[in-house]
T-cell receptor, first 112, second 113 residues
Framework: GEDVEQSLFLSVREGDSSVINCTYT??????LYWYKQEPGAGLQLLTY?????DMKQDQRLTVLLNKKDKHLSLRIADTQTGDSAIYFC????????????FGQGTELSVKP | ETGVTQSPTHLIKTRGQQVTLRCSSQ?????VSWYQQALGQGPQFIFQ???????GRGNFPPRFSGLQFPNYSSELNVNALELDDSALYLC????????????FGEGSRLTVL
């Protein structure tokens, strides 16, 4: 079945760039998503990318997609302490509407 | 602010009881999905409703059921609660099946004792 994998932890210094990586197995993925979850809260949609794109930039966030290797990354420039949270990668298959397959999440810790 | 609201935010039930969780979709969104997020895990897809019909189901038993109403609000019902049902239940709304923006509510945290 479909699977999404992420490394579990990442620690960076304030002001550095963070890069969170994700791999997925579903070759029919149409959309790939990044969500942020703070303690006790729901999921905040950060950005998403359609599978025919290889890059998307939105302010401090840059998403890179390598469809051949089924690899997705999220780069956060000038990381701040407020960026500390769990980041989830998720993929949606063809015409699957709201059915997302999530990774386990990467806990980002930003140290001052 | 995603426009997706869920209630209640927290609740405690005992094993064997039944629970109903509610979700109000963002205006104009006709598709709602429900997810279960156990502690320390990523969300798991339960099922999806599109225009009041179930349209896809994850690996959850029949005691997990749902409804979507004409105004596109939705309910998740869980019967015969088990301890392992303790989790954060999230709903998400989207404007259709084609993908794109998908917004989540803040979730309902269910504790089963």
């Amino acid at each position: 079945g479909e699977d999404v994998e992420q490394s579990l932890f990442l620690s960076v210094r304030e002001g550095d760039s963070s890069v969170i990586n994700c791999t997925y197995t579903d070759s029919s993925s149409t959309y790939l998503y990044w969500y942020k979850q703070e303690p006790g809260a729901g999921l905040q949609l950060l950005t998403y990318i359609f599978s025919n794109m290889d890059m998307k930039q939105d302010q401090r966030l840059t998403v890179l997609l390598n469809k051949k290797d089924k690899h997705l990354s999220l780069r956060i420039a000038d990381t701040q302490t407020g960026d500390s949270a769990i980041y989830f990668c998720a993929e949606m298959g063809d015409n699957q509407g709201g059915k997302l397959i999530f990774g386990q999440g990467t806990e980002l810790s930003v140290k001052p | 602010e995603t426009g997706v609201t869920q209630s209640p935010t927290h609740l405690i039930k005992t094993r064997g009881q039944q629970v109903t969780l509610r979700c109000s979709s963002q205006s104009g969104h006709n598709t709602v999905s429900w997810y279960q997020q156990a502690l320390g895990q990523g969300p798991q897809f339960i099922f999806q409703y599109y225009r009041e019909e179930e349209n896809g189901r994850g690996n959850f038993p029949p005691r997990f059921s749902g409804l979507q109403f004409p105004n596109y609000s939705s309910e998740l019902n869980v019967n015969a609660l088990e301890l392992d049902d303790s989790a954060l239940y999230l709903c998400a709304s989207s404007p259709g099946l084609a993908g794109g923006e998908l917004f989540f509510g803040e979730g309902s945290r269910l504790t089963v004792l």
